[in-house]
């Protein structure tokens, strides 16, 4: 079993940045892949960026390609998702998840946190 919680999200002006966290306890944190997905009011949860269990792999949505950054501490069994430039769009509620490989898809994770709300204003 893994627990996953996240942290860091808040209220931003446009262009501005956060970071988010995300902590996980149970399992070896190490192993597992983590990713992390958001959902925006009256839409699909959507694939943000993903990181393989040893940090080397990244995968990012285009959509926020250039802008967040994921890396995690495996010391610290915390997974991070720095977000510079933020636009209104990406107002959302982000959710940390954990997989067995780095993956866009979201059925391939089998543990979710409960979420972490994100409001960038204009």
């Known amino acids: 079993q893994v627990q996953l919680v996240e942290s860091g999200g808040g209220l931003v002006q446009a262009g501005g940045s956060l970071r988010l966290s995300c902590t996980a306890s149970?399992?070896?944190?190490?192993?597992?892949?983590r990713g992390w997905f958001r959902q925006a009011p009256g839409k699909e949860r959507e694939f943000v960026a993903s990181?393989?269990?040893?940090?080397?792999?990244?995968l990012y949505a285009d959509s926020v390609k250039g802008r967040f950054t994921i890396s995690r501490d495996n010391a610290k069994n915390t997974v991070y998702l720095q977000m510079n430039t933020l636009k209104p769009e990406d107002t959302a509620v982000y959710y940390c998840?954990?997989?067995?490989?780095?993956?866009?898809?979201?059925?391939?994770?089998?543990?979710w946190g409960q979420g972490t709300q994100v409001t960038v204003s204009s």
């Open positions: 998840a954990s997989s067995l490989t780095i993956s866009s898809y979201a059925p391939t994770y089998g543990y």
């Open positions: 149970g399992r070896t944190f190490g192993n597992y892949a």
């Open positions: 990181i393989s269990g040893s940090g080397g792999n990244t």
